[in-house]
Every structure is written in C-alpha cells, then in structure tokens.
C-alpha cells in the first residue's frame, strides 16, 4: 500500500543552524506534499505545503523541495530558533484521493 | 489559514460511559472531514473519513459501532466514543477539508487542536 518514508526520527540543531527533514514516498500518482508542525498537545499546523508541478517553494525560513522522480520531498528549516522545537509531519495525497498518508514524524530540538 | 475547533479540548469520563467530540470548521464549509487517533510518540493514525450528509468510511480494524461519526452539516462533525475502555484513553484529532462535495481537487487538510480523552 502507500507509504511514506521520515528521516530522521529526532534531530538536534543548535539555534541558528539549520534543519532539514527528508521523506520519501511511494505512490507515484501523489501529487500534494504537506508538511505540519506539531507541539506538545496540539493538533498540526500546516507550515508549508508543495505540488507536483513545482520542485521547490519558500517561506521565509522554511524551504521545501520535490523531487518527483525520485520521490523524494524535503523541508529545510533555517536559522533555527527554539520556538521551532516540535514534530514536524511531512505527507502526501493525491487529487481524486480522499487519504493522506502521514510520516512518522521528526522530533526537532533546537538548542539555545 | 482556516480556523478548525474541537470541543472538549480534554474529557476524563469512567469506563462504560460514553463520550462525544465534536469538529467545528469556523470558516470554511468542510466537505470532508477526518478523525485520527495519536499514541504518545507516533504518529496519525486515521480512524474514519466522513463526507457531509453520508456514511463514514472507516479504516480497517476500527470499529464503527464503537466510534460513531455524524457529519451533519458542512461545519460540523462528531465523533461518540461508546462504551469507552480505558485503551481508548487516547489523544483525537480531527481535520477538515473544503472544496465541493465529489471535488477531489481540494487536498489542504487543517487540523483541530485535539482531544485528549482518558477514561478511568
């Protein structure tokens, strides 16, 4: 069935430093790749969000990058500060699919 | 981005008893929504999707007699947990999706806040 891939599962920045959090999927007719950020006790946020027709997209700190042959997306989160410190969840979905299908997640800590 | 609530934000209730979650989209209508189950530590575990006016679809190994989804209006779902066990202590989250009913087209999920229910 579909799958999706989070790497890694706990990362550990110093502030200022930069993140990155890659995921692969494996649903080639995925063309919408979310990412959300989760804090302690909350529900998740969409952050940022990329389609299959764009390879890469910004905003302000956070980066995310496509790569559909390789199945590959990223989210790049640079000049960390500690307020970032969360899990972020990448996913993918598809038109015409009602399921998105959800990483693992990555527990960020970014260091003071 | 769109605005999803979710009532309770925490319930404590004894075993047996039932409980019910409610999913509110604020500005949006929501033509889907979706209810998940988190454990500590993991990730979204989707339990149901629910489009307005019809049945829910639900995930193989959940129970729907046991976690009823209503989706009555385009701003409004829940979730009743019945004859809740403590092994459905647990934290639910619900999203909410727009777009016109059969519009696949519309991907964006937003999330409510959650709810954490323990159940003695």
């Known amino acids: 069935g579909e799958n999706v891939e989070q790497h890694p599962s706990t990362l550990s920045v110093q502030e200022g430093d930069s993140a990155v959090i890659k995921c692969t999927y494996s649903?080639?007719?995925?063309?919408?790749f979310p990412w959300y950020k989760q804090e302690l006790g909350k529900g998740p946020q969409l952050i940022i969000d990329?389609?299959?027709?764009?390879g890469e997209k910004k905003d302000q700190r956070i980066a995310v990058t496509l790569n559909k042959t390789a199945k590959h997306f990223s989210l790049h989160i640079t000049e960390t500060q500690p307020e970032d410190s969360a899990v972020y969840f990448c996913?993918?979905?598809?038109?015409?699919?009602?399921?998105?299908?959800f990483g693992a997640g990555t527990r960020l800590f970014v260091k003071a | 981005g769109a605005v999803v609530s979710q009532h309770p934000s925490w319930v404590i209730c004894k075993s047996g008893t039932s409980v019910k979650i409610e999913c509110r989209s604020l500005?949006?209508?929501?033509?889907?929504m979706f209810w998940y189950r988190q454990f500590p530590k993991q990730s979204l575990m989707l339990m149901a999707t629910s489009n307005e006016g019809s049945k829910a679809t639900y995930e193989q190994g959940v129970e729907k007699d046991k976690f009823l989804i209503n989706h009555a209006s385009l701003t409004l779902s829940t979730l009743t947990v019945t004859s809740a066990h403590p092994e459905d202590s647990s934290f639910y989250i619900c999203?909410?999706?727009?777009?016109?009913?059969?519009?696949?087209?519309?991907?964006?999920?937003?999330f409510g806040p959650g709810t954490r229910l323990t159940v003695l």
């Open positions: 996913a993918a979905s598809h038109t015409g699919g009602f399921k998105t299908i």
């Open positions: 649903d080639s007719a995925s063309n919408y």
């Open positions: 990329i389609r299959s027709n764009v």
């Open positions: 999203s909410a999706r727009g777009g016109l009913a059969g519009d696949h087209s519309y991907n964006e999920q937003f």
């Open positions: 500005d949006f209508q929501a033509t889907t």
